[in-house]
């Protein structure tokens, strides 16, 4: 039998999905699942860019070029300028979504055993691509005391080596739910430049921002230029998560240079999904105004029921639709699969996901969930109820 590679043995599984066998299987014998587990928004698309889709007049699905359409570059450094961050098109390479743009970051700067600092608990997807890069994560660990704010830069700096290349940070976080402060931004650029490294800010989130605080990007820190990379996205700021669309954001011309080689290896990014993407920047201000009124409404009504539970223990997240709570069991893994193997309310039954994969640390988030708040306030309401009774009847 041909042999399959250490990496490939090595890569982990999503510890977002690995439920779902357990999921199907609870369907299949009649019970009404409310998945928390996914970040999957229940929004609609905008209709601007569901409109270009089906009046597009498109003869041929060309290639588009690898760096993405000049149109499409030039409209997205116009909705940064609109965000006071300015960058050119040519700052800009759109990518096969968020995810395409963090392997080609990660390809650019660290080679095979380099080494990338990350606060924890971080999306879990980041030990796929760090696995597929041959870089090891160094785990910072911030904690749910804290509201998962960024734990002091003395413990950053203690964890630098040689092998240290960059620093990655999730703003606002998923699974956290944390937006980080201008000061806390500051504090990383200090550490990055004292060091020559990269500082990677994850800002997929940066439109899901609450509370009348701003986010604030790596992109507008003054004397950062060489060391910024952002990786942004549509899937989740338009709900069009199937287009497959993000980018990578960099006024280093050097590091831009090395990723657009890898861009130009896999051709083009989608064709047919920049154009939905293009027009979705003409989406009115009002489509994100009341996508925001929802998930205050959502976020406020999940804390507040969770916090009501006993013995339960929840961040207050100020950004994304992810929140962290801590539940009164010994670990969540095992809670998650009795909710959806051996337990039902009224036929019912809930979906999360465990923390632990969301930590590189073993042994660390044993007793933590990660609930996204992408369903409505009823559907809400009714999911915690149901984690409320389970916890009331569950043995550890
Ligand atoms: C923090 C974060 N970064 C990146 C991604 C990747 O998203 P996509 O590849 O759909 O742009 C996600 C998706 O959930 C995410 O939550």
Redesign the pocket.
């Known amino acids: 039998m041909p042999l399959i590679s250490n990496k490939g043995n090595q890569m982990p599984e999503s510890p977002i999905r690995k439920l779902v066998p357990y999921a199907e299987a609870a369907q299949k014998k009649g019970k009404n699942i409310f998945y928390l587990n996914i ?1 999957q928004p229940d929004i609609k698309t905008p209709q601007v860019a569901l409109d270009a889709i089906k009046n597009s007049t498109i003869e041929t699905l060309a290639y588009s070029r690898s760096e993405g359409a000049e149109s499409y570059r030039i409209k997205i450094a116009e909705y940064y300028e609109r965000n006071s961050i300015a960058v050119s098109h040519n700052d800009i390479i759109v990518t ?7 392997l080609f970051a990660f390809g650019s700067i660290m080679d095979q055993g380099d080494e990338i600092i990350i606060p924890e608990p971080f ?1 879990a ?1 980041y030990n796929g691509f760090s696995t597929a890069s041959g870089v090891n994560v160094v785990p910072v660990i911030s904690k749910i005391e804290d509201n998962f704010a960024l734990p002091p830069i003395e413990e950053f700096e203690k964890l630098i080596t040689p092998k240290t290349k960059a620093i990655l940070i ?1 703003n606002p ?2 699974p956290t739910g944390y937006l980080y402060s201008k000061e806390e931004i500051k504090q990383l650029a200090d550490i990055v430049k004292k060091h020559d490294l990269f500082l990677i800010a ?1 800002e ?2 940066r439109e899901f921002v609450y509370d009348d605080v701003s986010h604030y990007s790596i992109l507008q820190e003054p004397g950062l230029e060489q060391h910024a990379i952002v ?1 942004d ?4 700021r338009y709900s069009m ?1 199937g287009a ?3 980018y990578l954001v960099s006024k280093n011309k050097d590091f831009i240079k090395t990723a657009l080689k890898f861009a130009q290896a896999r051709l083009s990014p989608p064709t047919l999904a920049q154009i939905a993407s293009e027009a979705a920047l003409d989406t009115p201000q009002s489509y994100f105004d009341d996508v925001k009124e929802e998930y205050v409404k959502r976020r406020n009504t999940l804390i507040e029921a969770l916090e009501k539970i006993d013995g339960v223990k929840v961040a207050n997240p100020n950004g ?1 639709f992810y929140c962290i709570a801590e539940l009164p069991v010994k670990n969540s893994d095992h809670f998650a699969k009795w909710l959806l193997e051996s337990f039902d309310y009224n036929n019912n039954t809930v979906m999360v996901a465990p923390a632990a994969g969301f930590y590189s640390t073993p042994g660390v988030g044993l007793n933590q969930i990660r609930i996204a708040y992408v369903l409505n306030e009823d559907s809400l309401r009714t999911a915690v109820k149901i984690l409320e009774e389970g916890l009331k009847v569950y043995k550890d």
């Open positions: 970040g096969t979504g968020g995810s395409e743009a963090l999306y997807n999730c976080g998923n994850d997929v989130y990786i996205s549509v899937s989740k998560c497959r669309i993000g994304a």
